[in-house]
């Protein structure tokens, strides 16, 4: 089948684009964003993902304002030709690895808006996260990552909020390859219990950007970390990929993590990581509020990624912050919005948290359970 990309010079292999490298189902090439104000008054995520072997695309946007997160959800099917709109969700790349709008047009469901986000730092490669279980590949898949600022407008229940560059900040991530999305298939392999501890700390200060990816085992065995000081663009027509300057590598990466009683969510945190001249800098994480990532559809109840939903179907929810179940299975995906401080440096981010199963160093056990203080 051939598309308008094929008039393109970026084939990979002897077929036509539309022709995926493989027939797994869980083959995707996803959008995500985030963005947030410096003073912490909203906070906006959105995700698009297409999945080209079950022809689903999907797409969902979300804000957090006044104590309430709001969302808008979309799913259909996959065109042929990767275009990047379904129902009133629309992404279109202005400039590629510069700048982005989204758009969501008014709907009954949730917020709209009119947004770009434009890059303040180059786009990073993160290190290839790859995982084999019981002789199957589940995960394969490169990620890259950017900062950036955000500017336009968001409507919510009628009320329109001005977005303004200078203080909304942002990152967004491009992923693609083999993640588990929607329904699998069925094996005859035993039951085993999920693990998983991740931690994603991408930061902004005045004038650098740090980053932080990290995976490890329920012992605390570090299976992928990346841990980087990201320069920020000297000026708007600046490159942001090709012959840029390099991000410097930071390594022996510590943390320290104080769980919300009863939660799987951090009270407070602090990062630690060692500079190639032996100085080390220290981040100190001061918590605003969650953001749970359901609201883009990561573990939603009903819009998960890459569920199928016929030709068009469009949602929406709207729940107080105070609301969501910290252990509810479709609640502990979450970034939490932070005030940050690096030596005399102070900046924002956030410190994204995902944690299944037991993991000793931080004292969480079972599957869901919440943090419980030693007696």
Same mark, same amino acid.
């Given at each position: #089948? ?39 008054? %909203?906070?906006? /995520? ?17 804000? @957090? ?12 099917? #996959? ?18 690895? *510069? ?27 993160? !290190? ?9 590949? @589940?995960?394969?898949?490169?990620? $890259? ?6 500017? /336009? ?16 900040? /942002? ?7 083999? *993640? ?9 392999? !035993? ?12 930061? =902004? %200060? ?22 980087? @000081? ?5 000026? +708007?027509?600046? +490159? ?6 390099? !991000? ?26 060692? =500079? ?11 918590? $605003? ?11 939603? +109840? ?7 939903? /016929? ?17 509810? !299975?479709?609640?502990? =995906? ?21 944690? %299944? ?17 030693? +007696?």
């Amino acid at each position: #089948m051939l598309t308008p990309f094929d008039d393109f010079p970026i084939h990979q292999t002897g077929d036509p684009i539309a022709h995926t490298a493989t027939g797994d189902p869980n083959q995707y090439d996803r959008y995500f964003f985030n963005g947030f104000d410096r003073d912490g008054r %909203f906070m906006i /995520g959105a995700a698009m993902g297409h999945y080209p072997n079950r022809a689903v695309i999907d797409a969902a946007f979300s804000v @957090v304002i006044d104590g309430v997160e709001h969302s808008v959800f979309a799913s259909g099917i #996959m065109p042929t030709g990767r275009e990047t709109t379904i129902g009133p969700i629309t992404l279109e790349v202005l400039e590629p690895l *510069r700048a982005i709008r989204l758009v969501v047009t008014p709907n009954d469901h949730g917020p709209s808006c009119d947004l770009v986000f434009r890059a303040r730092t180059a786009a990073i490669e993160e !290190p290839k996260q790859k995982i084999v279980r019981d002789g199957r590949l @589940v995960m394969d898949y490169t990620r $890259l990552t950017q900062w950036g600022t955000w500017e /336009g407008t968001f409507t919510v229940d009628g009320v329109t909020t001005e977005v303004i560059a200078e203080s909304t900040f /942002g990152v967004r991530d491009r992923s693609w390859g083999i *993640r588990p999305v929607g329904q699998q298939a069925p094996t005859n392999l !035993p039951p085993s219990t999920p693990q998983i501890f991740w931690l994603w700390a991408p930061l =902004h %200060f005045d004038d650098v950007c740090t980053h932080l990816a990290m995976f490890e085992h329920a012992d605390g065995t570090r299976w992928m970390e990346s841990a980087l @000081v990201v320069p920020v663009l000297d000026g +708007p027509d600046a +490159p942001t990929w090709g012959d840029v300057p390099e !991000p410097e590598e930071v390594g022996d990466v510590e943390y320290d993590i104080e769980w919300r009683p009863g939660t799987r969510e951090m009270a407070n945190a602090t990062l630690r990581a060692t =500079h190639a001249d032996g100085t080390v800098s220290q981040i100190e994480f001061e918590r $605003l509020y969650t953001f749970r990532m359901r609201g883009i559809g990561y573990m939603h +109840p009903t819009f998960s990624h890459g569920s199928a939903h /016929g030709v068009l179907e469009v949602g929406g929810e709207s729940i107080k912050l105070e609301d969501f179940d910290p252990q509810d !299975p479709t609640c502990i =995906h979450i970034q939490t919005l932070c005030k940050v401080r690096m030596a005399d440096r102070e900046g924002v981010g956030v410190l994204e948290q995902l944690a %299944f199963g037991d993991h000793h160093p931080t004292g969480l056990t079972g599957i869901l359970d919440g943090y419980t203080p030693s +007696p």
